[in-house]
């Protein structure tokens, strides 16, 4: 930290007993201490502040980002949604619009193909093909 070496600190210890002297120097080392201790505390809680802070920066800068997203996609939500109900309003509702009855079945599908299948000699023989292969389906 200070990058003091041993011979420095063993010159400071002989000059401090030789000023302070031999009572005196447990005391002062002790009251040396506990300060250094205090400044060490000091300067770790400084760091661990400026740390805090920093990082309530961030989350802050993050916040920020966050709610530009947030409002951005709820701004393109409601863009499409007013397209969306522009383009229905638009449009005529599907329920406005008559629906013609529909036509009574009176004979199933395949009887009135039948007739039509009699009236050519080739179609005849591709439908009998057909109903005797069907037959044969059937039978496995």
Do not use: C, W
């Amino acid at each position: 930290m200070f990058d003091i070496s041993f011979a420095e600190i063993l010159i400071i210890a002989v000059v401090a007993l030789i000023v302070i002297g031999p009572q005196r120097l447990p005391k002062v080392a002790r009251t040396l201490g506990h300060l250094f201790g205090r400044a060490q505390r000091y300067a770790n809680d400084v760091k661990n502040d400026i740390r805090h802070e920093m990082e309530l920066e961030e989350l802050k800068k993050l916040k920020t980002s966050m709610q530009e997203a947030a409002d951005s996609f709820s701004n393109t939500v409601r863009q499409e949604i007013n397209q969306f109900q522009e383009i229905t309003e638009t449009k005529t509702p599907v329920a406005a619009t008559p629906i013609p009855p529909a036509e009574p079945v009176t004979e199933s599908p395949a009887t009135q193909v039948e007739p039509a299948l009699h009236s050519e000699p080739e179609l005849d023989d591709a439908a009998r093909k057909l109903k005797h292969s069907a037959g044969d389906e059937s039978g496995k």
